[in-house]
Protein backbone atom coordinates (compact mmCIF):
# COMPACT_ATOMS: atom_id res chain seq x y z
CA UNK A 1 0.00 0.00 0.00
CA UNK A 2 0.81 3.74 -0.24
CA UNK A 3 0.76 6.12 2.63
CA UNK A 4 0.00 9.44 0.98
CA UNK A 5 0.07 12.73 2.32
CA UNK A 6 -1.08 16.12 1.49
CA UNK A 7 -0.60 19.31 3.75
CA UNK A 8 -0.34 22.31 0.54
CA UNK A 9 -2.89 24.24 2.22
CA UNK A 10 -5.70 24.52 4.70
CA UNK A 11 -6.52 20.29 4.56
CA UNK A 12 -4.29 18.17 6.85
CA UNK A 13 -4.90 14.91 4.88
CA UNK A 14 -4.06 11.24 4.95
CA UNK A 15 -4.81 8.35 3.00
CA UNK A 16 -3.76 4.54 2.26
CA UNK A 17 -4.57 3.34 -1.70
CA UNK A 18 -3.30 0.61 -3.25
CA UNK A 19 -1.14 -0.55 -6.72
CA UNK A 20 -3.84 -1.03 -8.12
CA UNK A 21 -5.41 2.56 -7.51
CA UNK A 22 -8.01 1.45 -4.65
CA UNK A 23 -8.67 3.55 -1.64
CA UNK A 24 -8.52 1.75 1.76
CA UNK A 25 -8.54 4.88 3.60
CA UNK A 26 -8.87 8.93 3.06
CA UNK A 27 -9.07 11.06 5.94
CA UNK A 28 -9.25 14.74 5.44
CA UNK A 29 -9.33 17.32 8.79
CA UNK A 30 -9.98 20.67 7.20
CA UNK A 31 -9.17 23.92 9.00
CA UNK A 32 -11.22 25.96 7.25
CA UNK A 33 -13.48 26.81 10.24
CA UNK A 34 -10.19 28.38 12.01
CA UNK A 35 -8.92 30.36 8.68
CA UNK A 36 -13.37 31.93 7.98
CA UNK A 37 -12.72 34.40 10.67
CA UNK A 38 -9.77 35.78 8.36
CA UNK A 39 -11.56 35.07 5.23
CA UNK A 40 -8.69 33.69 4.08
CA UNK A 41 -5.89 31.09 4.51
CA UNK A 42 -3.20 32.55 7.19
CA UNK A 43 -0.11 30.73 6.09
CA UNK A 44 1.38 30.44 9.44
CA UNK A 45 -1.43 29.33 11.33
CA UNK A 46 -2.26 26.98 8.72
CA UNK A 47 1.53 25.19 9.28
CA UNK A 48 0.79 25.19 13.03
CA UNK A 49 -2.43 23.32 12.80
CA UNK A 50 -0.87 21.01 10.47
CA UNK A 51 2.03 20.01 13.04
CA UNK A 52 -0.62 18.94 15.52
CA UNK A 53 -2.69 17.10 13.49
CA UNK A 54 -0.85 15.45 10.77
CA UNK A 55 0.50 12.63 12.97
CA UNK A 56 -3.02 12.16 14.33
CA UNK A 57 -4.26 12.43 10.50
CA UNK A 58 -1.83 9.52 9.47
CA UNK A 59 -3.12 7.25 12.71
CA UNK A 60 -6.92 7.40 11.92
CA UNK A 61 -5.86 7.03 8.30
CA UNK A 62 -3.61 3.61 9.20
CA UNK A 63 -7.04 2.34 11.75
CA UNK A 64 -9.49 3.26 8.97
CA UNK A 65 -7.60 0.58 6.84
CA UNK A 66 -7.23 -1.57 9.52
CA UNK A 67 -3.59 -1.30 8.84
CA UNK A 68 0.14 -0.45 10.18
CA UNK A 69 3.31 1.16 8.53
CA UNK A 70 4.31 -2.98 8.41
CA UNK A 71 1.77 -2.59 5.05
CA UNK A 72 3.29 0.41 3.85
CA UNK A 73 5.87 -0.02 0.94
CA UNK A 74 5.90 3.51 -0.56
CA UNK A 75 5.13 7.22 1.29
CA UNK A 76 3.79 9.47 -0.91
CA UNK A 77 4.02 13.40 -0.10
CA UNK A 78 2.91 16.48 -1.46
CA UNK A 79 6.36 18.54 -2.52
CA UNK A 80 4.54 21.89 -3.89
CA UNK A 81 3.05 24.11 -5.41
CA UNK A 82 1.56 25.25 -2.10
CA UNK A 83 2.47 27.04 1.32
CA UNK A 84 6.07 26.23 1.59
CA UNK A 85 5.74 26.40 5.74
CA UNK A 86 2.57 23.76 5.55
CA UNK A 87 3.99 21.79 2.79
CA UNK A 88 7.16 20.80 4.89
CA UNK A 89 4.91 19.67 7.88
CA UNK A 90 4.06 17.28 5.36
CA UNK A 91 7.38 16.72 3.69
CA UNK A 92 9.09 15.87 7.15
CA UNK A 93 6.26 13.73 8.40
CA UNK A 94 6.53 11.79 5.57
CA UNK A 95 10.68 11.79 5.55
CA UNK A 96 10.69 10.69 8.65
CA UNK A 97 7.78 7.86 8.70
CA UNK A 98 9.72 6.55 5.42
CA UNK A 99 13.55 7.14 7.02
CA UNK A 100 12.35 5.22 10.38
CA UNK A 101 11.05 2.22 7.63
CA UNK A 102 13.59 2.23 5.59
CA UNK A 103 10.72 3.11 2.75
CA UNK A 104 11.51 4.55 -0.64
CA UNK A 105 9.61 8.09 -0.68
CA UNK A 106 7.58 9.40 -3.35
CA UNK A 107 7.08 13.83 -4.22
CA UNK A 108 4.86 14.32 -5.55
CA UNK A 109 3.13 17.89 -7.44
CA UNK A 110 -0.38 18.61 -5.90
CA UNK A 111 -1.48 19.09 -9.22
CA UNK A 112 -0.46 15.87 -11.12
CA UNK A 113 -2.36 14.80 -7.92
CA UNK A 114 -5.20 16.24 -8.73
CA UNK A 115 -5.42 14.97 -11.73
CA UNK A 116 -4.51 11.49 -10.60
CA UNK A 117 -7.67 12.03 -8.62
CA UNK A 118 -9.17 10.42 -11.84
CA UNK A 119 -7.00 7.15 -12.06
CA UNK A 120 -8.27 6.08 -8.63
CA UNK A 121 -11.19 3.10 -8.59
CA UNK A 122 -14.09 1.70 -9.13
CA UNK A 123 -13.76 3.38 -12.14
CA UNK A 124 -10.48 4.85 -13.39
CA UNK A 125 -10.53 7.21 -16.34
CA UNK A 126 -7.70 6.57 -18.80
CA UNK A 127 -5.68 8.90 -20.69
CA UNK A 128 -5.55 10.58 -23.04
CA UNK A 129 -7.79 13.14 -22.27
CA UNK A 130 -8.41 17.23 -22.27
CA UNK A 131 -8.91 18.19 -18.49
CA UNK A 132 -9.64 21.69 -16.94
CA UNK A 133 -7.81 21.78 -13.40
CA UNK A 134 -9.81 24.33 -11.25
CA UNK A 135 -8.95 24.88 -7.82
CA UNK A 136 -8.34 27.53 -5.15
CA UNK A 137 -4.60 28.66 -6.72
CA UNK A 138 -4.90 27.53 -10.11
CA UNK A 139 -6.89 26.80 -13.19
CA UNK A 140 -4.97 24.59 -16.09
CA UNK A 141 -6.47 23.23 -19.22
CA UNK A 142 -4.05 20.25 -19.35
CA UNK A 143 -3.86 17.66 -22.52
CA UNK A 144 -3.22 14.54 -20.55
CA UNK A 145 -1.21 12.23 -22.93
CA UNK A 146 -0.54 9.55 -20.91
CA UNK A 147 0.12 9.45 -16.87
CA UNK A 148 3.09 10.46 -16.91
CA UNK A 149 3.06 13.08 -20.14
CA UNK A 150 1.02 15.87 -20.64
CA UNK A 151 0.99 19.61 -21.93
CA UNK A 152 -0.52 23.04 -20.65
CA UNK A 153 -2.60 24.54 -23.17
CA UNK A 154 -4.14 27.74 -21.01
CA UNK A 155 -3.61 29.26 -17.12
CA UNK A 156 -5.33 32.21 -15.90
CA UNK A 157 -3.61 35.64 -16.23
CA UNK A 158 -4.84 36.99 -13.08
CA UNK A 159 -6.95 34.99 -10.37
CA UNK A 160 -7.89 31.32 -10.21
CA UNK A 161 -11.47 29.89 -10.66
CA UNK A 162 -11.77 29.23 -7.33
CA UNK A 163 -10.14 32.63 -5.76
CA UNK A 164 -12.70 33.79 -7.84
CA UNK A 165 -15.22 32.05 -6.34
CA UNK A 166 -14.19 32.72 -3.14
CA UNK A 167 -13.38 36.93 -3.59
CA UNK A 168 -16.97 36.90 -4.65
CA UNK A 169 -18.69 35.16 -1.90
CA UNK A 170 -16.86 37.35 0.49
CA UNK A 171 -18.58 40.68 -1.40
CA UNK A 172 -21.83 38.90 -0.68
CA UNK A 173 -20.69 38.64 2.55
CA UNK A 174 -20.75 34.76 2.62
CA UNK A 175 -18.51 32.30 4.82
CA UNK A 176 -15.49 30.90 3.61
CA UNK A 177 -14.44 29.12 1.58
CA UNK A 178 -16.73 30.86 -0.68
CA UNK A 179 -17.06 28.43 -3.82
CA UNK A 180 -19.68 26.13 -1.56
CA UNK A 181 -21.69 28.94 -0.41
CA UNK A 182 -22.26 30.56 -4.12
CA UNK A 183 -23.04 26.99 -5.40
CA UNK A 184 -25.68 26.38 -3.24
CA UNK A 185 -26.94 29.85 -2.53
CA UNK A 186 -27.30 29.95 -6.59
CA UNK A 187 -29.87 27.21 -6.76
CA UNK A 188 -32.24 29.87 -5.21
CA UNK A 189 -30.86 32.74 -7.78
CA UNK A 190 -31.93 34.09 -11.02
CA UNK A 191 -28.61 33.67 -13.25
CA UNK A 192 -30.11 36.24 -15.65
CA UNK A 193 -30.46 38.64 -13.42
CA UNK A 194 -26.97 40.60 -13.35
CA UNK A 195 -25.23 40.43 -17.31
CA UNK A 196 -21.73 40.05 -15.80
CA UNK A 197 -19.05 40.09 -18.34
CA UNK A 198 -16.93 37.18 -19.59
CA UNK A 199 -13.34 37.81 -20.06
CA UNK A 200 -12.08 38.00 -23.54
CA UNK A 201 -8.53 36.77 -23.50
CA UNK A 202 -6.50 35.42 -26.57
CA UNK A 203 -6.09 32.18 -27.40
CA UNK A 204 -7.15 29.48 -24.06
CA UNK A 205 -6.36 31.44 -21.38
CA UNK A 206 -8.60 32.82 -18.57
CA UNK A 207 -9.07 36.24 -16.86
CA UNK A 208 -11.23 36.53 -13.77
CA UNK A 209 -10.60 39.95 -11.76
CA UNK A 210 -12.72 41.95 -14.04
CA UNK A 211 -15.71 39.95 -13.38
CA UNK A 212 -14.77 39.97 -9.57
CA UNK A 213 -14.74 43.74 -10.13
CA UNK A 214 -17.93 43.68 -11.71
CA UNK A 215 -19.67 42.09 -8.95
CA UNK A 216 -17.79 45.00 -6.60
CA UNK A 217 -19.57 47.59 -8.55
CA UNK A 218 -23.08 45.77 -8.67
CA UNK A 219 -22.50 45.38 -4.57
CA UNK A 220 -21.14 48.61 -4.19
CA UNK A 221 -24.21 51.03 -3.69
CA UNK A 222 -26.77 48.52 -1.70
CA UNK A 223 -27.67 48.64 1.75
CA UNK A 224 -27.92 45.52 4.03
CA UNK A 225 -31.44 44.55 3.24
CA UNK A 226 -31.03 45.48 -0.71
CA UNK A 227 -28.29 43.12 -0.37
CA UNK A 228 -30.13 40.59 0.83
CA UNK A 229 -32.57 41.06 -1.15
CA UNK A 230 -30.90 39.98 -4.39
CA UNK A 231 -27.88 38.02 -2.76
CA UNK A 232 -28.97 34.70 -4.70
CA UNK A 233 -29.38 36.59 -7.91
CA UNK A 234 -25.86 38.08 -7.82
CA UNK A 235 -24.19 35.16 -6.68
CA UNK A 236 -26.25 32.78 -9.46
CA UNK A 237 -25.10 35.68 -11.99
CA UNK A 238 -21.88 35.35 -11.34
CA UNK A 239 -22.04 31.81 -10.79
CA UNK A 240 -23.48 31.72 -14.45
CA UNK A 241 -20.64 33.92 -15.36
CA UNK A 242 -17.21 31.71 -14.39
CA UNK A 243 -18.51 28.59 -15.60
CA UNK A 244 -19.72 30.01 -19.10
CA UNK A 245 -15.68 30.77 -18.81
CA UNK A 246 -14.79 27.54 -17.84
CA UNK A 247 -16.83 25.69 -20.53
CA UNK A 248 -15.97 28.21 -23.58
CA UNK A 249 -12.75 27.24 -23.07
CA UNK A 250 -12.80 23.44 -22.61
CA UNK A 251 -14.14 23.35 -25.75
CA UNK A 252 -12.23 25.00 -27.72
CA UNK A 253 -9.15 23.47 -25.67
CA UNK A 254 -10.67 20.39 -26.11
CA UNK A 255 -10.76 20.99 -29.97
CA UNK A 256 -7.18 22.40 -30.54
CA UNK A 257 -6.44 19.27 -29.01
CA UNK A 258 -8.44 16.86 -30.88
CA UNK A 259 -9.75 15.56 -27.86
CA UNK A 260 -12.99 13.94 -27.57
CA UNK A 261 -12.56 12.91 -23.80
CA UNK A 262 -13.08 15.69 -20.99
CA UNK A 263 -12.33 15.58 -17.37
CA UNK A 264 -12.73 18.37 -14.77
CA UNK A 265 -10.85 18.31 -11.35
CA UNK A 266 -9.98 20.55 -8.33
CA UNK A 267 -11.92 22.05 -5.45
CA UNK A 268 -14.66 24.05 -8.44
CA UNK A 269 -14.91 20.99 -10.02
CA UNK A 270 -16.96 20.26 -7.13
CA UNK A 271 -19.79 23.02 -8.68
CA UNK A 272 -23.12 21.73 -9.50
CA UNK A 273 -23.68 24.26 -12.65
CA UNK A 274 -20.30 23.22 -14.02
CA UNK A 275 -20.68 19.73 -13.80
CA UNK A 276 -23.84 20.14 -15.06
CA UNK A 277 -22.92 22.20 -17.81
CA UNK A 278 -20.81 19.45 -19.31
CA UNK A 279 -22.38 16.79 -19.10
CA UNK A 280 -20.09 14.82 -21.10
CA UNK A 281 -16.65 15.23 -18.87
CA UNK A 282 -15.63 12.97 -15.83
CA UNK A 283 -15.07 14.39 -12.60
CA UNK A 284 -13.66 12.85 -9.37
CA UNK A 285 -16.93 12.22 -6.87
CA UNK A 286 -16.76 15.41 -4.44
CA UNK A 287 -14.54 14.31 -2.00
CA UNK A 288 -11.33 13.82 -4.48
CA UNK A 289 -12.63 17.11 -5.81
CA UNK A 290 -11.33 19.21 -3.14
CA UNK A 291 -7.95 18.69 -1.65
CA UNK A 292 -7.04 15.09 -0.34
CA UNK A 293 -4.35 12.54 0.07
CA UNK A 294 -5.83 10.08 -2.07
CA UNK A 295 -4.65 11.82 -4.93
CA UNK A 296 -1.65 12.35 -4.40
CA UNK A 297 -1.03 8.55 -3.40
CA UNK A 298 -2.69 7.94 -6.39
CA UNK A 299 -0.25 10.45 -8.52
CA UNK A 300 2.77 8.47 -6.79
CA UNK A 301 1.83 5.48 -8.56
CA UNK A 302 3.05 6.72 -12.00
CA UNK A 303 6.16 9.08 -10.29
CA UNK A 304 9.50 7.16 -9.60
CA UNK A 305 10.42 6.96 -5.86
CA UNK A 306 13.27 8.36 -4.37
CA UNK A 307 15.45 5.84 -2.62
CA UNK A 308 16.21 5.69 1.34
CA UNK A 309 18.00 7.67 2.20
CA UNK A 310 18.74 9.98 -0.50
CA UNK A 311 15.13 11.85 -0.02
CA UNK A 312 15.79 13.05 2.88
CA UNK A 313 17.20 16.61 1.33
CA UNK A 314 14.18 17.02 -0.51
CA UNK A 315 12.92 20.67 -0.44
CA UNK A 316 9.20 21.94 -0.76
CA UNK A 317 8.17 24.25 -3.60
CA UNK A 318 5.83 27.12 -3.60
CA UNK A 319 5.18 26.96 -7.20
CA UNK A 320 5.60 25.26 -10.14
O1 LIG B 1 -8.55 21.91 -4.88
P1 LIG B 1 -8.89 22.70 -3.69
O2 LIG B 1 -9.53 21.99 -2.51
O3 LIG B 1 -7.64 23.43 -3.10
C1 LIG B 1 -6.64 24.01 -3.87
O4 LIG B 1 -5.75 23.26 -4.35
O5 LIG B 1 -6.75 25.24 -4.06
O6 LIG B 1 -9.84 23.89 -4.19
C2 LIG B 1 -10.38 24.81 -3.30
C3 LIG B 1 -11.23 25.78 -4.08
C4 LIG B 1 -11.74 26.95 -3.24
O7 LIG B 1 -11.48 28.14 -3.94
C5 LIG B 1 -13.23 26.68 -3.13
O8 LIG B 1 -14.00 27.86 -3.02
C6 LIG B 1 -13.52 25.96 -4.43
O9 LIG B 1 -12.38 25.13 -4.62
N1 LIG B 1 -14.74 25.14 -4.35
C7 LIG B 1 -15.82 25.35 -5.12
C8 LIG B 1 -16.81 24.43 -4.72
N2 LIG B 1 -16.28 23.66 -3.72
C9 LIG B 1 -15.00 24.11 -3.52
N3 LIG B 1 -16.05 26.27 -6.09
C10 LIG B 1 -17.26 26.26 -6.67
N4 LIG B 1 -18.25 25.40 -6.33
C11 LIG B 1 -18.08 24.47 -5.37
N5 LIG B 1 -19.06 23.63 -5.06
ZN1 LIG C 1 -5.69 21.48 -4.60
Known sequence: MILGIETSCDETAAALVTEGGE???????????????????????????????VTPVIREALAEAGATLDDVDRVAVTQGPGLIGALLVGLSAAKAIAW????????VD????????LYLGPEPLEPPF?????????????????????????TTRDD?????????????????????????????????AYDFPVARVDGLDFSFSGLKTALLYAVRGLDEAD????RADLAASYQRAI?????ARVRAAAERAGRERLAIVGGVAANSELRAALPDAAAAPLALCTDNAA?????????????????????AYASR
Open 243 to 247: VRALV
Open 23 to 53: IRANVVSSQADLHARYGGVVPEVASRRHLEL
Open 295 to 315: MIASAARYVEPTPYPRYLCLD
Open 160 to 192: AAGEAFDKGARLLGLGYPGGREIDRLARDGDPD
Open 227 to 230: LEAC
Open 110 to 117: HLDGHIAS
Open 130 to 154: LCLLASGGHTLLVDVRSHTSSEVLG
Open 100 to 107: SRRLPLVA
